[in-house]
């Protein structure tokens, strides 16, 4: 894992940006197309403002999200909330190339389910994302891959439901589809992440981000994280 650390959140998330952009030129250029992942999180808006700004073939991206909690629409817990708030108000982005998670179906599996094949028909089969971009929890959790939920251990599904954690049950992507990822970017950011960032770097699999194996990946923090 190629690892930066950066003065502050807000250069974390600048770099993020110029790093998503220049994955998307590569993909581009060698696929015609750009499938990107992107996590919850504070610095995760900064960074997809700022991405904005940076030189990106916006007609051939189609942004998918990695995590999503089962909450009303506008509801100020879910991550497409702010998804649309940073970029679909900022980039030159076609809004049907942003991918919901259809977390209100009366029936969350289905939904699950359907999503995966959203995931099929843009990303392969099996898919596989361009990039992938992930954030660490405290508790050592990355998406909605929780410490204890049974969701750690599925292996067929590429989309998945977890238990209630926080108050919201979760629709995540899994283990299978992260791992086939071309690329995972880790931006972390935050003094309380710096105890569970070792342990990444470590591939400790007794927290749950560590237990990820992709191919190739790229670790971003502040000093806090790096304590």
């Not at 238990?163 to 629709?171: E, K, L, S, T, W």
């Not at 086939?180 to 972390?188: F, I, S, T």
Request: glycine share 6%.
């Amino acid at each position: 894992m190629t690892t930066e650390t950066l003065p502050n959140a807000d250069a974390v998330a600048t770099r993020a940006a110029e790093l998503i952009a220049l994955h998307a030129r590569n993909a581009v250029a060698a696929r015609g197309l750009f499938t990107f992942a992107v996590s919850g999180g504070r610095t995760p808006w900064q960074m997809l403002r700022a991405l904005a700004s940076q030189e990106v073939p916006w007609a051939s991206v189609h942004v998918f999200q990695v995590d999503e909690r089962i909450a009303p629409a506008g509801d100020p817990d879910r991550n497409l909330t702010h998804l649309r708030e940073s970029l679909l108000s900022h980039a030159p982005i076609p809004d049907s190339q942003i991918h919901a998670m259809p977390v209100n179906e009366a029936d969350p599996q289905a939904g699950a389910e359907a999503y995966a094949r959203t995931l099929e028909s843009l990303c392969g089969i099996p898919p596989m994302l361009d990039l992938a971009h992930l954030g660490l929890g405290p508790d050592g959790h990355t998406a909605s891959l929780i410490p204890g939920d049974a969701v750690l251990h599925e292996q067929s599904r590429d989309v998945a439901l977890t238990g209630i954690y926080q108050n919201r049950r979760r629709m995540t992507l899994t283990y299978p589809v992260l791992n086939r990822a071309r690329h995972v970017l880790w931006v972390v950011t935050g003094a309380e992440k710096a105890p569970v960032v070792p342990r990444l770097l470590a591939c400790d699999p007794s927290i749950p981000a560590g237990a990820l194996r992709p191919a190739d990946a790229t670790l971003l923090m502040d000093a806090e994280a790096a304590g």
